[in-house]
């Protein structure tokens, strides 16, 4: 269980006897919470080997039947998330890596999975470079490989890979304006991925004809899959509600247009 370092000083500014009861229940509160979310212990609980099969949420898959297995991932859980995976699968993996936010990155202990720091809120040249990595990872993956992504909160800005014209200043701004808008994340991440050549399905795409399995740690209302982390590997119901528009445009006569 994950323990407050300060508890004994928090709990010896109780008043009375009462008050510091209250404090105790409340700080075990807290401490069963973040047990719970513990993105590490969310991993193990979800995803189990059974001798060669990987059972993940209810899915089984031969790890006899595919050739390499391999991680992507971005986000500010995905560090643990990948301590997780790795101390179930070991050296079953072959390569992978994660990015998490800067200064963060020596926190985790991984031997297969690379772990790379980038900026977040706002992107750097480091979040550019991590989302080329990525990529380029994804375009050695064949069809009998099986590569795991791990994505949650905070990958959108820690994986940037701005789409052609579209500068990183460009993305910079744009995210702080984003930022200082008052727009939900639904709609930032919205205009985040039309501006994106990693998010929206995009990494997916480069990843075809691997067998793809999503763990996604979600920070949104609602879960949607192609809002955490702007969907990478998450279809954009966006472009295809743009691309019905168009359609619908091209049927009509040029008096309706």
Do not use: W
Request: some cysteine; aromatic content about 2%; hydrophobic content about 35%.
């Amino acid at each position: 269980m994950l323990k407050i370092g300060n508890r004994e000083t928090l709990l010896s500014y109780a008043e009375s006897p009462s008050s510091r009861r209250a404090r105790e229940i409340a700080l075990d509160t807290v401490e069963n919470v973040l047990t719970a979310i513990d993105p590490k212990r969310i991993i193990k609980s979800k995803v189990v080997l059974n001798e060669d099969h990987l059972h993940v949420n209810g899915h089984s898959f031969d790890l006899n039947s595919f050739h390499r297995i391999l991680v992507i991932g971005g986000g500010k859980a995905s560090g643990s998330m990948a301590e997780g995976l790795e101390e179930i699968l070991g050296d079953r993996i072959e390569e992978g890596l994660v990015v998490v936010p800067r200064g963060t990155e020596d926190r985790y202990k991984t031997r297969r999975i690379g772990v790379q720091g980038a900026s977040h809120p706002i992107p750097d040249s480091r979040s550019v470079e991590t989302a080329k990595k990525l990529m380029e990872l994804a375009d050695r993956v064949g069809e009998g490989d099986l590569v795991l992504c791990l994505f949650s909160g905070g990958g959108s800005s820690l994986m940037t890979l701005p789409r052609k014209g579209i500068s990183l200043n460009d993305k910079q701004a744009i995210t702080d304006l984003l930022l200082k808008s008052g727009a939900t994340i639904n709609e930032t991440n919205a205009v985040r991925k039309h501006l994106s050549a990693f998010k929206g399905g995009q990494l997916a795409k480069k990843l075809h004809p691997a067998t793809v399995v999503n763990l996604l740690l979600s920070d949104v209302v609602g879960d949607r899959l192609d809002v955490i982390a702007s969907g990478p590997t998450a279809p954009d119901p966006q472009r295809r509600n743009l691309r019905l528009e168009k359609i619908r445009s091209v049927g009509k006569s040029p008096r309706d247009r």
